[in-house]
């Protein structure tokens, strides 16, 4: 029969200790984890153990991250987040939206787009916003996935730290996705930390069910990662018979536009030739696709490390502003 009593407070039992012997954690490294929580904020230690020892690890999540989209090439990656149902879901929520949306905007200084095509491609609008416990997901990623260890161990740290206004719900019965990421726009636990807002003003941060509170934090993450209000985000660039090969480490703009026509690729409209750009180049459906790559693109990828992710979310922002301009 299988104990429904949490295998620390049976080994207790048995026992008749209170002291919490190491060998009692119900996951390796959970001690010394609840330890600095306990440090750095004050929290009591039998509560989060109590979290914690309830969280299990989940084979779906391993195999999870273990197969993510971004491994594709653009000719199959485009495909799966550019699609008609999901272009025509964010014009309707743009037009539904759109007094809220602007207002955000023009605080924050990014174009609603792109915030709408970011929920779009996160969650579509809200639909799929995950369905793992987060606590689970950084118990399975941060105690027991080895190659990325320390980073989802770090995001338990912080989910573990947050205050209870940042959550939208109770820590043990949060969902989200299998990274642990929350909310429309699937915040991780840091950028809860350090972005999202409370923007209806309630005295709470709710990334789950706060339209305002979930628009905004997107729009804040861009703002402090350095959009430039008007700044391109991406263009295509036509090569001549024998470009440079370049490659580049991330799409940091680090060429005057005019490097790179020495180079051998050509804007096909006019810009500053003195203007920074990175440069992309993907397996696109008819072959080789370049493109420049600006600040703004630079930006999203600090949302998804993926240039396939940033160039998704900008083509579907660019068909959601064109339907959204035209009359409802
Ligand atoms: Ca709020």
Redesign the pocket.
Known sequence: MKSLVPFRAFLLTCLGVFAIPAWAETHPGQDQLVREVVRDTGKDSKALNALLDQAKKQQSILDAISRPAEAKPWKDYRPIFVTDKRVNDGIAFYRQHRALLEKIGREYHVPPEYIVAIVGVETMYGKNAGKYKVLDALVTLGFYYPPRQAFFRDQLKVLLELPQNHLGGNLDTLVGSYAGAQGWGQFMPSSIRDFAV?????????LHG?L??ILASVANYFAQHGWVEGGPVAEPAQPDARPKPITVKDSTPQWPLEQLEAWGYAPLKAMNPGQLVSLQSLDGPHGKEYWFTFQNFYVITRYNRSPLYALAVHQLAQAIAEGARKTP
């Open positions: 409370d923007e209806d003003h309630d005295g709470r941060i709710d706060s305002p509170d």
